[in-house]
């Protein structure tokens, strides 16, 4: 079994005037990433930090990289998303302590690298909604308007009372969208 230090506490006695080089491998399980069935951290993310010091302070600058295991959020398959070339660039002011921590900060970089939305690919075009089938792979024989246009189009298929009787409370129709149903006709 491999006891990891903390790797990225670095004892400011231990930093050279010419700085100190960092590199090695980090878990995101050591940096407390959280992972789930969406995206996970199957390999350790590699770093290549230079700690310096800097007038009382201490400057820490570089790069980090890994791969991350994700689901597409429109056809749920996994596939790997690469991270490569995050930049760090941390500062810490005096007064410092024994060690300068940068494990919470080198976490923070990797979290913001994350993409928030998950695609395989941008042209992702994701399941059918009726089947299932992943429209990627093959069309299936299921009926479906436009993209895009499904949304509103079941919006402004509901007849709300007009008038009289007043709009149930909580149903808003999105801004500009308003269908003209009102004048007069029949
Ligand atoms: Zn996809
Ligand atoms: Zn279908």
């Known amino acids: 079994?491999?006891?990891?230090?903390?790797?990225?506490?670095?004892?400011?006695?231990?930093?050279?005037?010419?700085?100190?080089?960092?590199?090695?491998?980090?878990?995101?399980?050591?940096?407390?990433?959280?992972?789930?069935d969406r995206q996970a951290c199957p390999e350790p993310f590699r770093f290549e930090l230079l700690v310096t010091e800097v007038s009382g302070g201490v400057l820490?600058?570089?790069r980090l990289s890994g791969t991350m295991r994700c689901r597409c959020d429109r056809c749920l398959l996994y596939y790997t998303q690469n991270c490569s070339d995050i930049s760090v660039c941390h500062d810490y002011p005096p007064p410092l302590g024994e060690t300068v921590d940068l494990t919470d900060d080198v976490r923070d970089d990797i979290l913001l690298a994350f993409p928030q939305r998950l695609l395989c690919s941008p042209e992702c075009r994701g399941l059918c909604p009726e089947c299932g089938q992943n429209l990627n792979v093959r069309e299936c024989s299921c009926a479906r308007g436009d993209d895009g246009e499904s949304v509103w189009s079941a919006l402004d298929a509901l007849r709300l009372?007009?008038?009289?009787?007043?709009?149930?409370?909580?149903?808003?129709?999105?801004?500009?969208?308003t269908p003209r149903r009102r004048s007069g006709d029949k």
């Open 161 to 177: 009372p007009d008038g009289a009787g007043g709009k149930p409370a909580g149903v808003a129709r999105p801004a500009g969208r």
């Open 60 to 62: 820490a600058q570089g």
């Open 1 to 36: 079994m491999k006891e990891t230090p903390r790797l990225l506490a670095i004892p400011i006695k231990s930093i050279p005037p010419e700085g100190l080089r960092l590199e090695g491998a980090v878990t995101a399980a050591e940096l407390e990433i959280p992972e789930d």
